[in-house]
């Protein structure tokens, strides 16, 4: 193995090229990972249950197996210097066995953290910043006394697991409350929060990234979902410079927090009334700052895969305007037949063998000087309409 500098507590202080960093996870985010770390001379490990998934196309071995078959992540950190992950979902325990033999420098702190919305909240109000007004909820007299406190309408989440709108509940009047009731009646209830709404003017993310000292930002962004996945995000969010020093600064609280080594997503509200609060974290790179790959100095994986290796980070600079679409299953066939004459898209796609719907297979990203026209540009081809069901 290549050597290593000192490394206290999991984390190293400098990762040389020629070094193995293993992904747990071989989604797409894990694979654009993958391509940074090659630029970079890193080689590419993975664990995932899917032969040839996206990352193992581009790593250097898989691990095929479960994410929580504690074997197959020994087995991973013991042919890889670093380990890192793609997704919350992961076995923190397990990560935590074998930390003896490889580093881990996010640490699982921030893993369990974002795993758990209870825990998830309260670190981000512990650290001065807001989210909604929550309660935790354990069961159905509890949720009782939460719609008493927080009133109507609000969203019922579970703790733990869920993404793009699953494990969620709206809860808009008695009607509703009677629904959740009916169905949790033999005693099923899982543990949940619930959150009053956010009157807000629309949903942002900010992305930071660390080595573990140091902290650098990336842009504020505007975000548009559909059916509770994103559909669209637009660099720069238009938004005053007190609303994108806000964001900023919650940005660095949080990171110092958790000491950051890696990339860190912030999903945001901006409210009617010029507020920032703070949806949910993720603790990777994320759907939202895909843009950056074209539209910035640095982007969210080369900042991630320079974090978790102990290397400095440049603060990246937004080099122009850019609007990102994703391309879910039942828009692959009608965007790939618009690409020889869309010569100002850059087309990702994600290796994906199976096409389904709402799976996200590629995104699309356009530089331009003109965010309202792109998006007007993109909405007019016809690929997304049926977002708009």
């Known amino acids: 193995m290549p050597s290593l ?6 984390r190293i202080e400098t990762l040389m090229p020629g070094a193995t960093i293993g992904i747990i996870g071989g989604g797409q985010l894990g694979r654009m990972m993958a391509l940074s770390a090659r630029y970079h001379g890193f080689r590419i490990g993975v664990l995932d249950p899917t032969p040839d998934c996206p990352v193992a196309q581009v790593a250097d071995f898989q691990v095929t197996a479960d994410y929580d078959d504690k074997a197959a992540i020994r087995e991973l950190a013991e042919r890889s210097d670093v380990l890192t992950y793609e997704f919350e979902n992961v076995d923190a325990d397990a990560i935590d066995e ?6 881990v420098p996010q640490g699982t702190d921030l893993l369990r ?6 825990f998830e909240k309260r670190f981000i109000n512990d650290h001065g910043t807001q989210t909604a007004l929550w309660r935790q909820v354990d069961d159905l007299d509890g949720l009782d006394n939460a719609i008493k406190e927080i009133g109507y309408p609000a969203v019922l989440k579970t703790r733990r697991g869920g993404y793009d709108g699953h494990g969620q509940v709206v809860v808009r009047g008695p009607e509703d409350l009677a629904k959740v009731h009916e169905r949790d009646r033999l ?19 900010i992305l930071i990234s660390g080595n573990g000292k140091d902290f650098v930002t990336f842009p504020i962004v505007r975000n548009e979902h559909r059916h509770n996945i994103l559909h669209l995000t637009i660099a720069p969010a238009q938004v005053s410079d007190g609303i994108a020093e806000e964001a900023k600064a919650l940005a660095l609280r949080l990171a110092k927090g958790f000491q950051l080594a890696g990339t860190l997503a912030i999903e945001l509200f901006i409210t009617k009334d010029g507020r920032v609060v703070v949806n949910e974290l993720a603790p990777r790179p994320h759907n939202s700052g895909h843009y950056t790959i074209e539209a910035c100095s640095i982007d969210q994986f080369d900042a991630h895969i320079r974090g978790i290796a102990g290397w400095p980070l440049p603060q990246p600079k937004l080099l122009g305007p850019a609007v990102m679409a ?4 039942q828009h692959v066939s009608s965007t790939r037949k618009l690409i020889a ?3 100002e898209w850059y087309v990702h796609d994600y290796g994906k063998a199976e096409v389904r719907q709402d799976r996200k297979m590629g995104h699309i990203t356009v530089l331009t ?3 309202q026209r792109t998006v007007d540009e993109l909405e007019a081809t016809g690929c997304w309409d049926d977002l708009r069901q």
Request: aromatic share 8%.
């Open 98 to 103: 074998v930390r003896g033999s490889v580093a």
């Open 341 to 343: 004459v869309h010569p």
């Open 326 to 329: 994703n391309v879910l299953g």
């Open 113 to 118: 953290v974002t795993q758990d919305r209870v």
């Open 5 to 10: 500098s000192e490394e206290t507590n999991g």
């Open 187 to 205: 005693g099923t209830f899982p543990p949940s929060v619930l959150e009053g709404f956010v009157d807000f003017a629309f949903e942002a993310s």
């Open 369 to 371: 000087d003109d965010t």
